[in-house]
Structures are given as structure tokens and as C-alpha cells.
């Protein structure tokens, strides 16, 4: 590991403006970013402690939402009361990702922060577009079965690893900011990442030294919240292709809240709004379905290897929806 230098911040300004300069890097759970430094593939010269800022509560707003620190360790975040009844789909897709000990520590906004799992952006003597720009992408004809069919480019193929932004994309989840120079900004979700088109190595919309101080989630989604996770083994593996979901059902069998965001198959979190509205008011029949896999699915790609993730999507959106209408979940 490289030498760096060590600060810690008392107030997220401080924390903001220290970590501005160039190869700068907060740490807090650091359960991806000191891996990634041992490998050499993250060489931050200076690493800012924010440990010390108090952004560990999580609260209810004034809509009947929650404010979550971004210091709230993911265990935390998945065993809070308010989380459990009113977002359940929220503490089962941060259960389903990595490790007792390794939620423990890892924090709110470090998940959001979390680096792809590809072979060959860890693999530090291969070509990687995403670790050096301009170099290549071995994945795209090699080894690809864990990885993206939807959002990729020519010039990267890789999936996002989090489950727990998933569910956050599905609840429609704000991420409020810090900046250098004090000012604040809310960065809905949806936003927030960036697809890899000719850019691989540029993920999200954060600037230089910009903190995550808090995520927003707005008021509860009335109907089933669930997390389907395919993978391939049952514990601390990441998802092949996963699915947050929130349906409600009236009594006459028909869809009458629809909202659907995939893990795996995205170069970032997926959700298709036209997919939610096409469902929405029928009921469910396979035909409709079909259709909104069809839409789902429009523009995949595979690349051999992961080819299986399409219609594994498929069936997993059958299976979500068909669980709905027989009223199975929370």
C-alpha cells in the first residue's frame, strides 16, 4: 500500500474541503476502499476520517419520511424500527448484501460509493477502461457471466454491486450533499449515477471533495415490499440478478401500485417507469407481463458468458408480480 496522508474532520465542511484536493478520499466503514487500496487500484495520497462527524441518527420528517445519517452503519439502518415497518424492502435488500461483520461497518453513504465486482477491474496487470481510462475492455469478450446487460457501452460492461442502492432507487431516495465551499445540494437518486457510455472511470455526479451528510426517503409505498436476490451461493455473494420491489394489489386481483428496480443486470441500479405504468391497473395476466419484461428488456445485450441474465430477468419479474396478486410478502 502507498504512503497517504491522515486527517480527520470535526464538521462536514472541514471534511469537504480537506478531501478537495486532488487524489483525495473520505473513508469511514472503508470496507471497499482499503481493499481497493491494498490492490493498488485506488492510490488516494490523502484519506480524510469522517468518522468523528455526528451523521449516525436516522429521523422522521416532517412528510412522514426518514433522515438518514450517512455514518449509519448498514446493520443499523436494516434493524431500525421506522426501516422495518415502513420500508421493509429497504432492511431485506441490505440484508441480502455482504456479511454480518462487514455491515457492521459499512456505512449509508460508502454503499452508495462501492466499486464494481468485475474480474478485471481487480485484476491490476489487465486492461480495464474503468481503473484506466482509455486502456480497454477485456470483459466485453472474456470473462462476463457476473456481469451488465443493460446500460453498457463499448467501452465497459460493468454491473453495479449494491444491493442496498437498488432499493433506494426503488423508494425514490434523495442524497444530500456537502461541497468545498459550504454550499448544499439534493441529488435525487435516479441522478445520481452515471451510465459508463465512453467515461467508465466517472460513476456518480459528485465533484471533488463533495460529502453525502444524509439520504431522504420520502413518505412509505403502501403494498408488498420485497428483495428477490439470485446469486450463487445463498450468503455474502452479490446478485446475478436481483429485484426491490413494492406492488399492491386491490381485493379484485388487480395491480394498483407497481415499483420495480433490478440489481445486477445495470451498469447502475435499473428502474423503468414505463415498465411500473404499463402494469399498473390490469391484472397482472401473463400477457402483460410478457410486455413488460419485453420493455424491460429491450435494449439488453449480452455478451455470451451472461447471456442467461435475460431471461433469468424474466422470470423473476413473473415471479414477483404472480407473489403480489396472491397477496405472499409484507
Known sequence: MKRFEYSRADAPKQAATSASSKDASFIAGGTNLLDLMKLEIETPIKLVDITRLELEQVE????????????VTNSDLAA???????????????????????????????????RTRCYYFY????????????????????????????????SCI???????????????????????DGSTRAIDVKDF?????DTPHIENVLEAGELITHVVLPAPIKGMHTYDKVRDRASYAFALVSCAAVVDADDNGNLKTVRLAFGGIGTKPWRNEEVEALLTDTDGNSDVITQAADLLLQDA???GQNDFKIPLTRRLLKQVIQRALAGEGA
Open 60 to 71: 422522521t420528517t416532517a412528510d412522514g419520511g426518514l433522515r438518514i445519517g450517512t455514518l
Open 80 to 114: 431500525h424500527p421506522e426501516v422495518i415497518a415502513n420500508y421493509p424492502v429497504l432492511s431485506r435488500a441490505i440484508l441480502a448484501g455482504a456479511t454480518g461483520q462487514l455491515r457492521n461497518r459499512a456505512t449509508t453513504g460508502g454503499n452508495f460509493l462501492q
Open 123 to 154: 485484476q491490476t496487470d489487465s486492461a480495464c477502461n474503468k481503473r484506466e481510462p482509455g486502456t480497454g475492455c477485456p470483459a466485453i469478450n472474456g470473462e462476463n457471466r457476473t456481469l451488465a446487460v443493460l446500460g453498457t457501452s463499448d
Open 158 to 180: 460493468a454491473q453495479h454491486p449494491s444491493d442496498m442502492a437498488v432499493a433506494m432507487r426503488l423508494l425514490d431516495a434523495t442524497i444530500k450533499t456537502v461541497k468545498a
Open 193 to 197: 449515477y452515471c451510465l459508463p457510455k
Open 301 to 303: 445485450k449480452g455478451n
